[in-house]
């Protein structure tokens, strides 16, 4: 009993699992992240567009900011009618 309670205190502290070794890594910011736009005219054509996390967070808080969306009221101009 004496020796297993002395290999338990030896032992080395456990690693980290897969799971979270994977999840700190999908969430860091230097992570590329490849995305597909259609090509207008094309049915089957895309551009494949890669850039970090971070920089992919800072378009979209840009286009947010210019305040362009793509909605049914999004270019309506000076009238505001929707």
């Known amino acids: 009993m004496l020796i297993l309670l002395l290999l338990s205190l030896t032992a080395p502290d456990p ?3 897969p799971a979270q070794a994977t ?3 999908a969430t860091a910011p230097e992570k590329r ?3 597909e736009f259609p ?3 094309s049915l089957v054509g895309s551009q494949k567009v890669c ?3 971070r920089e992919w967070d800072i378009d979209r808080e840009r ?3 210019s ?7 999004g270019n ?3 009238s505001g009618n929707c």
Do not use: E, F
């Not at 305040?67 to 009221?73: H, Q, R």
């Open 15 to 17: 690693q980290p699992t």
């Open 23 to 25: 999840k700190t890594a």
């Open 33 to 35: 992240v490849c995305r």
């Open 39 to 41: 090509v207008t005219g």
């Open 51 to 53: 850039k970090t996390r």
């Open 63 to 65: 286009i947010r900011a």
């Open 67 to 73: 305040g362009l969306t793509s909605g049914v009221c």
């Open 76 to 78: 309506q101009g000076i």
